[in-house]
DNA sequence: TCCGGCGTGACAACCGTTTGCCATGTGTTG
DNA sequence: CAACACATGGCAAACGGTTGTCACGCCGGA
């Protein structure tokens, strides 16, 4: 079934059909009904493809993130599949594998079949970023760049708050444990926790850098448990679970040994053991959002009028992680 | 950048180009070299939507899964995500919202732009599925029908060793959690359990069905402790960690009161508390298996050869939510 | 010497839509 | 009533490749 069928059908031109299937008002309404009822009669399906080739919109978005595995992303995956969804695009999912490389190359070679991509945590350095963004609608999420249009989580806010927090617990050695050093949310994590510490007078140490996944959490528990701090603020959720089973293994009573604050909530932070005080992101709505910029953006006529960065903020989810500090080690 | 381009760059015909760069053999390796040369130094690359109008062939295949919230699903996204990049396929991500109807209206909207799908449990009733499989390649998994390719993991003979395992610990009340009924896992599973308890001469009970979430956890373990059992085994992992969080809210000790045990082995279940003893099931492998199968049922000149339906042992893995049965309650 | 076959490249016809432009017919305006 | 604007539908040219078929030249075999 192609629209040349539905023309001989109903005696009109495969340009009437298609514009009475797309262009709603461009044909009158008696002769649109016609053709749209022998659509239907003979279950015609556009064809994408030939679709793209014709007008270069081939209505798919892809997310592109540095790991699938990463629980991270799941909220991200899920966001941007429900607005994708109900905007009628397709969804694409592209695996960076943590490398630039990977990432600049897959988006070169896919641009033409792609309406536009978000990039879940680009790892690229700004000048590919801006470039790429030349070729390619893009929609940066915790990664903010000059001229690219992004949501970012506002985790550093967050951050304050944990401090905050730790603090009123009667904490004063307090360290943060270090994610991959590429991680732009990295840098803005550490940056916020070394300003929410001076705050309170209070030296800022760190300890890592850890590559991402859950197996840094034992390398971060003893690394943690070596500087002498009573708590700490993990990069995310990931490692802090991670360490809390290293602690566990080792003995070390959570909170009332060491509390731990981790970043993001993922799955599974709220049934960990104990559950983790972290901070909240709203990891969905980010995706949710990314894609309504991208989406609006790419509606030809507009001006380009919308926001071009948006922080989402965080909050503070108080579980068992977190507690009073030994007073005997003050 | 087209083969236009090239072919003018390089002075000889768009065909020879299209040869040159894809098919491998028809034009000599001089021209050939050339050509590839002139493509390269053009930052030449194929226009996808052209390639699938002319070709038929789209490069892309669909993952389809009936909500991409659940943890479940995290695996098969994996697997298929790693298989699929690996043969140099874009990677779809469909979410049909848990419908039946949904699933086949997109898979059919989308037939033309898709090599293939995986549907990662589908709710379709055989019939569909059969006749879906006649528009584009199918592979199933955890879903076996006559005529459609599928992988399934082998969670009954699992099931098996988790009932020796509870009845080896005095356990002699052992339930189970049903999960959405039109599950063909959730039947499987729980013949399974029916066939194990029949072999030790004691009586299967069941209680549920409940709608798949974590949420369902609470309900589930409310009617698990009415039901006066010692021990269950869960639909799968989701169920369990819900439970376990509901059963601490109701002081009951796990494992010293009740047993529970679960199925997949998802994200968290080894951190859950307790750390759930559970069906570890080789998601990620099925993905990928599952990718193979459709790759090569693509492979044109293959006179289908390959096996139509594989399937995947599991085993148990023993954590801490499972321990003896409490001897008073013998 | 002639012929058949093979290796190589060119020609051109698609694949299924979209869309710019033109022709026609109708209604509106002065 | 004339002139004009506008609404509607048709024509045909893209879009960027793939692929069946044919022509050519060269080789070896008879």
Redesign the interface.
Known sequence: MTIADIAAATGVATSTVSRALSRPGRVSAATRERIQAAARELDY?P????R??ASGR?G?VALVVSD??N?FY?GM??GT??QL?AAGY??????TEDSGEHEIEML??????LDGAILGASRLPARSLVALAGEIPLVTVNRNVRGVPSVVIDTPAGIAQAVEHLVSLGHRDIVYVSGPQQSWSNQARWQAMKAALERHKLRAQRVGPFPSGRGSGTAAADAVLNSGATACVAFNDLFA?GM??RLRERGVQVPADLSVVGCDDI??A??????LTTLTAPIEQAGRVAVSMLLSGLDHRAPEPQRRAVVLPTYLTVRESTGPADPSRR
């Open positions: 399906v064809h994408p493809p030939a793209a080739l081939t798919t699938v595995t629980p799941f995956i899920r599949q429900q969804k397709a969804h694409l999912l592209i695996d070169h070679t896919m641009r033409r079949s679970i809390l089973t799955f599974g709220d049934f960990s053991n104990p559950p």
